[in-house]
Structures are given as structure tokens and as C-alpha cells.
Nanobody
Framework: QVQLVESGGGLVQPGGSLRLSCAAS????????IGWFRQAPGKEREGVSC????????YYFDSAKGRFTISRDNAKNTVYLQMSSLEPEDTAVYYC???????????????????WGKGTLVTVSS
């Protein structure tokens, strides 16, 4: 079964850190671009970061720059999002998604992604 499963969300205080995981099954993750997206209550889904296939080039969008790091473990078929200096504005459901072919991931465009996980909730609050 082809699927993505996110984990690692939870409640964290402002200034804290979390690491999200996106485990793939049914396909080899490194062959495709994998993106992290998030959706806060009442807002549209937005791109957070993307890691490209093979060479693993990384891309960060807006609020993620300088605070988040995307990485990939090919042996575990898993992509990670290390988040630091978290702010209440980072509160959202975080999703990972795969793009079989195209350039939506590298531009942080949710509409072009092909398969989504169910998401993991991150709450930043004191």
C-alpha cells in the first residue's frame, strides 16, 4: 500500500523544538520530491519545506527559513522536519506529501502534490 504517515507532533512551549517524521511505504522515497506543508485553523495550506529527489536539494519557504531543517534517511525511507525556535504562529497540522513528477514541491505549491499523509498536529503554547 502506497502511503505516507506523519508522526512527532505535540504540544511545545514557545522557543522549543520538535522533530516531525514522514515515513513512506509502498514506494522508494528518495526517488521523488517530498514536501512538508502546514495548515493553521482558518488558513490555507502552505508550503514549509521540500527535499528533492536523488541529490536531495532542500528548499524552505517563508517562516521556515533559518528555523527548520528538512532531511532524509534513505535506509529508513523517512523524511524529517526538525523545527526549532517555535512560535505560537507555527501552530498547525503538518502534512507531508510526495510529488511523482513536476515542480510544485520546490515552489511549495500544495495543489501539485500527488499523495498526502493524514497530518500531525503541532501546538505551540505556554
Amino acid at each position: 500500500q502506497v502511503q505516507l504517515v506523519e508522526s512527532g507532533g505535540g504540544l511545545v512551549q514557545p522557543g522549543g523544538s520538535l522533530r516531525l517524521s514522514c515515513a513512506a511505504s509502498g514506494f522508494t522515497l528518495e526517488r521523488y520530491s517530498i514536501g512538508w506543508f502546514r495548515q493553521a485553523p482558518g488558513k490555507e495550506r502552505e508550503g514549509v519545506s521540500c527535499i528533492g529527489s536523488t541529490e536531495g536539494s532542500t528548499y524552505y519557504f517563508d517562516s521556515a527559513k533559518g528555523r527548520f531543517t528538512i532531511s532524509r534517511d534513505n535506509a529508513k525511507n523517512t523524511v524529517y522536519l526538525q523545527m526549532s525556535s517555535l512560535e505560537p504562529e507555527d501552530t498547525a497540522v503538518y502534512y507531508c506529501a510526495v510529488e511523482w513528477y513536476g515542480s510544485s514541491c520546490v515552489f511549495g505549491r500544495p495543489s501539485g502534490m500527488d499523495l498526502w499523509g493524514k497530518g500531525t498536529l503541532v501546538t505551540v503554547s505556554s
